[in-house]
């Protein structure tokens, strides 16, 4: 009896709500439909079965992948509909969305709870009222106004037809050579794309280093390998201008120097849309994007934001920051979509974390870099190792450089970046894993993690280097890494500096002042060494260095040094060759 009736109460209140939700439809509208905004109408629909969806989009396409777009122009992805994840009537057949594609939004009249809306195919402008309004309007690819840009073959990659185009000069055009601007994430895939097409590719960078977001040492390994793959690299040097009319021929950079380039893609990174938001008077973060709580909720409680536009809680450090990337984008649009409806879902954060690949190599980045740490005030200390992805005896195992950035006083794990060939990203979400749940280096070491020989190693690099990084933390081994060598000599601070390679090593290329000591002949020749002074040993990698210096250690030498990571990683001008 009991029983019946609280079923009876149950459908009651479900014939209640339904009702109700009828009476009380709200309209929620969307501007932008891509990662963050079709994540965030397909979320409030599961949410809201009631709700009126309605989602304006400016460009032509919904719910595109860009993270394909290079892939594309490679013809690795050989048709455009392949990038299209969903389109107007897949998004009403499935969700009742109203999706309206070349559709712009102009103006957000928070007191009226209605936008203004541009058609952009009839000119018409209207206003649609909303209950809940979900901002996702993304970045837009900066394009720096510079003599030569508008040519017809000077490129971006941020949309479906901007790769179209791409394509297009190809196949029409036939160009042999082409200048990338930026050597960032998309300029790094947009060289590959190139390169497949058979193009001499040429990547100009301002900064010093490809990859601005890796440190520099780490940065090197890719530059190397892109060399090796026929890039021409140009680093520390920016575009000045363009020459050539209708079509560009050449680029001159701010040194002066010229290069022929048949096309151009300029990739120099994004920059958050924030008129929208800005005009209406919704606060904008410190870091530059639209101020957003948990709840994905702006400074006015009606009005949700996701993706690239907004501020992001970054996890390690807790401030507020920018990480204009998919996951974050689709997560927030998630939430913002739920919420929107009604929902309470929440989104804590990001660590961060970045995949690239370019002709073979991989790179990728989680949490904070060597300068973000030093910008951060956070005193830290790197460690290098360098691991096959596999069981060095099971054939094709490839070399990973991995270097982690650990907290000084703790242990905790900072960041993690990781350049190779094959396995890098599984590391990389290990370490962002690790990451997420504030894990130090000691809790590393002892991770269990998969092992077959064609997989990994009994000791997997992420646990290489966990052990590495722990001794360090533990002060069981002093480490230094070759920057602060540089400092060191430089000061004339009086140092000896010990190679523990093979003699054959040793001539084929060393630190200028070491004296070669093999490790294996370390023992009976310790006298050849002072042990009051101040020890730095070295090898290639930095595992014979560390057996060095605890045999030093061990025979009363006062201070010992292991050069993290070996001569590997130190820049080739630090080498005697
Ligand atoms: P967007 O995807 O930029 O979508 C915003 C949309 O809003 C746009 O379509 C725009 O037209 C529309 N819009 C703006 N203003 C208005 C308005 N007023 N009215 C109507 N519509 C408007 N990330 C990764 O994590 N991994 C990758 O491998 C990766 N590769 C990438 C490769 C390329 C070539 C590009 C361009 C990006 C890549 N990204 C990658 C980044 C990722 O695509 C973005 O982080 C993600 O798309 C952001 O989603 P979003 O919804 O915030 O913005």
Redesign the pocket.
């Known amino acids: 009896m009991e029983h019946s009736i609280r079923i009876f109460a149950l459908n009651q209140g479900n014939i209640l709500n339904f009702k109700l939700g009828f009476m009380n439809k709200k309209t929620i509208v969307i501007?932008?439909?891509?990662?963050?905004?079709a994540s965030a109408a397909a979320k409030a629909r599961r949410t809201d079965e009631q709700a009126e969806i309605i989602l304006?989009?400016?460009?032509l396409y919904v719910s595109f992948a860009?993270?394909g777009?290079?892939y594309f122009i490679g013809e690795e992805i050989k048709k455009r509909d392949s990038l299209l994840l969903q389109n107007p009537k897949s998004l009403w057949d499935r969700f009742r969305v109203e999706a309206r594609t070349r559709?712009?939004?102009?103006r957000v009249d928070r007191q009226n709870k209605q936008v203004e809306v541009k058609d952009l195919l009839s000119g018409d402008i209207f206003l649609q009222k909303y209950d809940r309004l979900v901002l996702?309007?993304?970045?837009g690819?900066i394009v720096p106004q510079l003599p030569g840009v508008s040519a017809q073959n000077v490129f971006k990659?941020?949309?479906v037809p901007d790769s179209e185009a791409v394509r297009e000069w190809i196949l029409k055009k036939k160009p042999e050579s082409a200048v990338i601007v930026g050597a960032g994430?998309?300029g790094l895939?947009s060289a590959e794309a190139l390169k497949r097409r058979g193009l001499k590719v040429t990547i100009v960078e301002m900064l010093p280093q490809v990859l601005p977001a890796l440190d520099p040492d780490m940065a090197a390994f890719v530059a190397r390998h892109l060399e090796s793959q026929s890039i021409e690299l140009i680093t520390g040097d920016g575009l000045k201008e363009m020459h050539g009319s209708p079509a560009v021929y050449e680029v001159m950079l701010q040194s002066g120097r010229l290069v022929p380039a048949d096309m151009v893609i300029l990739s120099i990174g994004v920059r958050p849309?924030l008129s929208?938001a800005r005009d209406c008077g919704l606060a904008i973060g410190s870091s530059g994007g639209i101020e957003v709580n948990e709840y994905q909720q702006t400074s006015d409680p009606d009005i949700y934001a996701?993706?690239?536009?907004v501020e992001i809680t970054h996890l390690v450090t807790g401030r507020k920051t920018r990480i204009?990337?998919?996951?974050p984008?689709n997560k927030q649009?998630r939430v913002a979509g739920a919420n929107a409806a009604g929902g309470k879902l929440t989104f804590p954060g990001a660590v961060g974390t970045?995949i690239?690949e370019s002709l073979g190599i991989t790179a990728a980045k989680t949490g904070l870099s060597e300068s973000e740490a030093t910008r951060e005030g956070i005193p830290y200390y790197v460690s290098f190792t360098h691991s096959l992805h596999h069981a060095g005896y099971y054939p094709g195992g490839a070399l990973m450089h991995l270097k982690l950035i650990v907290e000084k006083e703790n242990g905790r794990l900072l960041g993690g970046q990781i350049v190779g060939e094959s396995g890098v990203d599984k590391r990389i979400d290990v370490i962002a894993t690790a990451l997420y749940a504030r894990l130090k280096v000691t809790d590393l070491e002892n991770l269990d993690l998969a092992y077959a020989p064609q997989f990994s190693a009994a000791k997997d690099p992420v646990i290489m280097a966990g052990f590495v990084a722990a001794n360090v933390s533990r002060a069981e081994i002093g480490t230094i890494t070759c920057q602060e060598l540089q400092k060191r000599k430089q000061n004339k601070d009086d140092l000896q500096l010990v190679d523990v390679r093979t003699l054959d090593e040793f001539h084929s290329r060393h630190l200028p002042g070491a004296i070669p000591i093999p490790i294996d002949e370390l023992r009976d020749r310790m006298d050849e060494l002072d042990p009051k002074k101040e020890t730095v040993v070295y090898c290639r990698i930095g595992f014979r260095g560390y057996l060095a210096a605890l045999i030093l250690q061990q025979n009363a030498f006062e201070r010992v040094f292991n050069l993290s990571g070996g001569i590997l990683v130190c820049p080739d001008n630090e080498i005697d060759v």
Do not use: M, S
């Open positions: 501007i932008g439909g891509v990662a963050g905004g304006f989009e400016r460009g860009n993270c777009l290079p559709h712009e939004v102009l996702a309007p993304g970045a690819a990659v941020k949309t994430f998309i895939e849309e929208l996701a993706g690239d536009a204009p990337l998919a996951g984008a649009g970045a690239v």
